[in-house]
């Protein structure tokens, strides 16, 4: 896995994210990636140590914002069917929610937010969002709960209940948890940190984690060529 990261990096073009840093190396991409797919920041230090890189953690930690802040963010799309879910994180042992859009055919995560309760309301702001970066004209949406079609009316927005083809978001929520075991439990840290962190995992799954039913590209890859 580490080799797999390290090779993605090197054929990556990140020269404008770092072009006000002392050295632009693959190694910052490195490190970032290590820090999206679940090691913390002092293990991705340590990591870096062994392959004869001395860094702190506070170094990688700004590496992150930066790639966080970039504009790297997921190209316009027009779906024509998203999956939109939330599930619950639990952050300094209060409850959050994290909602999130995917794209059925091209597994392009549309967007990513994270709010203090769920319900009818958080579900519609998710959506007027979702709507302002992407062109949903002709989008339905596959949800598993009337909450968000009272949402969805409320914005002229159309779509169904689905217990099938929207378990595609069940299965990224999965991978997110799988990638890093502290979410089972708290996250510990403040509300925007835990944000920035899963803004910057949908990067890099949009931009860098090929899929095999994609065969081997990107969703990024897949929306745009």
Not at 27 to 53: D, M, N, P, W, Y
Request: charged share 25%; proline share 3%; aromatic share 12%.
């Amino acid at each position: 896995m580490l080799a797999d990261l390290l090779s993605e990096c090197f054929e990556t073009d990140y020269e404008e994210t770092w072009e006000r840093e002392r050295t632009a190396t693959p190694v910052r991409v490195f490190a970032v990636q290590l820090h999206a797919t679940g090691c913390s920041l002092r293990e991705t230090k340590e990591i870096l140590r062994i392959l004869g890189v001395e860094r702190s953690h506070q170094a990688v930690w700004q590496w992150v914002h930066r790639l966080a802040d970039s504009g790297h963010n997921p190209p316009e799309a027009t779906p024509k069917r998203v999956a939109v879910d939330e599930t619950a994180v639990k952050i300094n042992g209060e409850w959050s929610w994290l909602y999130a859009a995917i794209d059925i055919e091209t597994k392009l995560i549309l967007d990513v937010e994270l709010f203090g309760r769920h319900g009818t309301d958080p579900a519609a702001a998710f959506l007027h969002r979702l709507s302002e970066k992407h062109d949903l004209s002709d989008a339905v949406f596959l949800v598993d709960g009337y909450g968000y079609q009272t949402a969805l009316s409320r914005l002229g927005l159309s779509g169904r209940l689905d217990y099938v083809e929207r378990n595609l978001i069940e299965k990224w929520f999965h991978t997110l948890k799988m990638r890093v075991d502290r979410f089972h439990n708290s996250w510990v840290g403040s509300h925007g940190s835990v944000r920035e962190w899963f803004i910057q995992f949908a990067q890099y799954y949009n931009f860098q984690r090929p899929h095999q039913s994609l065969n081997g590209r990107t969703p990024v890859e897949e929306v745009t060529n």
